[in-house]
T-cell receptor
Framework: ETGVTQTPRHLVMGMTNKKSLKCEQH?????MYWYKQSAKKPLELMFV???????ENNSVPSRFSPECPNSSHLFLHLHTLQPEDSALYLC??????????????????FGPGTRLTVL | SQKIEQNSEALNIQEGKTATLTCNYT??????LQWYRQDPGRGPVFLLL?????KEKRKERLKVTFDTTLKQSLFHITASQPADSATYLC??????????FGAGTRLFVKA
């Protein structure tokens, strides 16, 4: 496996529910990411954290709330979602950012994803 | 807006042939391009990176090219096998943490 775990793997929720997605990386990486993947669409970057600090928020609606308590854990808190938010939510981590030391690749290690269905 | 475009139609090839996948970028100049493999129900797995000053990169049966004139990367799998069947994602970044992904091309290799 990739060293990045996500729970739950599947989640069905109503529009009024509150739920959280969890991601944990065992690779000692400094950066963690949330992506949304919808069918036949590109991965959409949602949030990036580097050393627990948020460095990217890609104009994500406030019904998605990230939390990064330490470099190994990342959460995505969900509330009052819409049916169009149904998608595969992927967590990833990387050692550093692109443009870092020569030879760094910003290779991202992805978890298996959480398949979210909003009814 | 910055985009990575990949052929949305699936590519079907015979085992043993070379598979060639195309990635085009628009409205920006990535400093590097990455290729990932994604199997159903799994997250993408990194395969290769090529930088803008590199023309070609190889890894085992994989070869990637970067043509800044055509704004295109080609991804080749030689001597393809049924186990190579998957979706292949192209991604490009200019530095920092933001990488723009394409929607991927599905490859089917028939025995």
């Amino acid at each position: 496996e990739t060293g990045v775990t996500q729970t739950p793997r599947h989640l069905v929720m109503g529009m009024t529910n509150k739920k959280s997605l969890k991601c944990e990386q065992h690779l000692g990486h400094n950066a963690m990411y949330w992506y949304k993947q919808s069918a036949k669409k590109p991965l959409e970057l949602m949030f990036v954290y580097n050393f627990k600090e948020q460095t990217e928020n890609n104009s994500v609606p406030s019904r998605f709330s990230p939390e990064c308590p330490n470099s190994s854990h990342l959460f995505l808190h969900l509330h009052t979602l819409q049916p169009e938010d149904s998608a595969l939510y992927l967590c990833a981590s990387s050692q550093d950012m692109a443009g870092g030391p020569v030879g760094s690749s910003n290779e991202q290690f992805f978890g298996p994803g959480t398949r979210l269905t909003v009814l | 807006s910055q985009k990575i475009e990949q052929n949305s139609e699936a590519l079907n090839i015979q085992e043993g042939k070379t598979a060639t996948l195309t990635c085009n970028y628009t409205n920006y100049s990535p400093a590097y391009l990455q290729w990932y493999r994604q199997d159903p129900g799994r997250g993408p797995v990194f395969l290769l990176l090529i930088r803008e000053n590199e023309k070609e990169k190889r890894k085992e049966r994989l070869k990637v090219t970067f043509d800044t004139t055509l704004k295109q990367s080609l991804f080749h799998i030689t001597a393809s096998q049924p186990a190579d069947s998957a979706t292949y994602l192209c991604a490009g970044g200019t530095g920092g943490f933001k990488t723009i992904f394409g929607a991927g091309t599905r490859l089917f290799v028939k025995a």
